[in-house]
């Protein structure tokens, strides 16, 4: 049985990262996957922020404070336990004919990091956003493909990225649901 998921990963990775390209997407993925790199996003991002917390009233506020802990929660359980643990490597590091469209990196590949970040960030915003919930998702669905398509990680990396993601900021979201609920019931008892 694994050995037959190991071979569909493989044989996915190599239609997506060969076979189903253009040269739209070999300008597109590769601008997508890094976009986290690129000091305009990050000042976008940054600015964001500030004004969420200025002038986002308090679902802004909160739903700022959720994402924080929640992509440092999700990514440090991801990062820091189950790519350790599972230990395997990028496909640019094990297979011979890997199209890299960008820097192959030293890291390990399941989950992927860029898609545990990206659905954690869409369900926690999706969360306090409804209706920006379906961009969010298609971003980062986006996102996650991108690593696919420029060479770092195999179909199943990407989508144990994206469970992850998903189960962790729902897990989150509950938890601060149910502590929230717990501060007020302690504040009506008076206690």
């Known amino acids: 049985m ?6 569909l990963d493989i ?31 990050l000042a976008v991002v940054g600015a964001l922020i500030v004004w969420g917390l200025w002038k986002g ?6 739903a700022i404070a959720m994402l924080v802990i929640t992509i440092i929660i999700t990514d440090q359980v991801n990062s820091g336990l189950i790519k ?11 297979l011979a004919e890997v199209r890299m469209l960008v820097d192959c990196g030293p890291g390990k ?19 306090f956003f ?18 696919i398509y420029v060479g770092a990680h195999y179909p199943f990396d990407v989508l144990g990225g994206a469970a992850l993601g998903t189960l962790g900021a729902m897990a989150i979201l509950w938890a601060g649901m149910w502590a929230e609920k717990m501060i007020l019931r302690r504040k009506v008892d008076g206690r």
């Open 109 to 127: 590949s399941f989950p992927s990091s860029h898609a545990v970040n990206s659905f954690a960030g869409a369900i926690v915003l999706g969360f």
């Open 84 to 94: 350790s643990f599972v230990d395997r490597p990028r496909p640019c590091q094990e």
């Open 2 to 7: 694994m050995e037959a998921l190991y071979a």
């Open 130 to 147: 409804p209706r920006v919930l379906w961009y969010l998702l298609g971003y980062a669905f986006l996102v996650a493909y991108s690593r």
């Open 57 to 62: 009233g308090e679902r802004g506020r909160r």
């Open 11 to 41: 044989s996915l990775f190599h239609r997506i990262n060969e076979v189903w390209t253009n040269s739209v997407f070999d300008v597109v993925m590769p601008f997508l996957t890094d976009l986290n790199k690129q000091p305009l996003m």
